[in-house]
């Protein structure tokens, strides 16, 4: 005959489980965290962030290896609530950057071209600009009414990139 556990067994063995699933979640999620603070990136890193700031505030930076690479990404809040990610390497380079800026901040072919994609009761919900390997593009998300949203992505003569339903 099988004994069964006493009940004060029963609740070490469940805090026990609970106690290692909890440490199993946390290891998950600070393994899935790339994160890092600023001091401990390279000064050339420190440097760029600091150049690129405007004033605003280092929401947060995330090493990552890209192509045996190590890149730094890096988030920043700028003020009027806009948002500026920037990749950069360990000597400080940045690759690439994508920025909030208002519709009337792109270039003029740019606001006209997205524009002309917005179907009545639609309206120009977000522009990015990124610059990445020396060429500027502008990222618009337009909202549709009734309708699947559009993001379309132009360059700054205001030809049309790509464009799909989002």
Request: net charge negative; charged share 25%.
């Amino acid at each position: 005959m099988k004994k069964s556990p006493t009940p004060n067994a029963k609740a070490k063995t469940a805090l026990l489980l609970t106690t290692l699933m909890g440490t199993v979640f946390l290891g998950v999620a600070q393994a899935d965290t790339n994160e890092v603070p600023l001091n401990s990136c390279p000064a050339p890193v420190q440097a760029a962030i600091e150049s690129n700031k405007q004033g605003g505030k280092l929401n947060e930076i995330k090493l990552l290896t890209v192509e045996g690479r190590q890149l730094y990404v890096v988030d920043l809040d700028l003020a009027g609530k806009r948002d500026l990610k920037l990749h950069v390497t360990a000597d400080g380079s940045v690759v690439k950057s994508r920025e909030d800026v208002s519709l009337s901040q792109a270039p003029v072919a740019v606001k006209s071209a997205a524009e002309a994609l917005v179907p009545t009761g639609g309206h120009i919900e977000d522009v990015e600009k990124e610059v990445s390997g020396g060429k500027t593009t502008y990222v618009v998300e337009i909202d549709v009414k009734n309708g699947a949203d559009i993001k379309a992505v132009f360059a700054e003569d205001g030809t049309v990139i790509s464009k799909r339903a989002d």
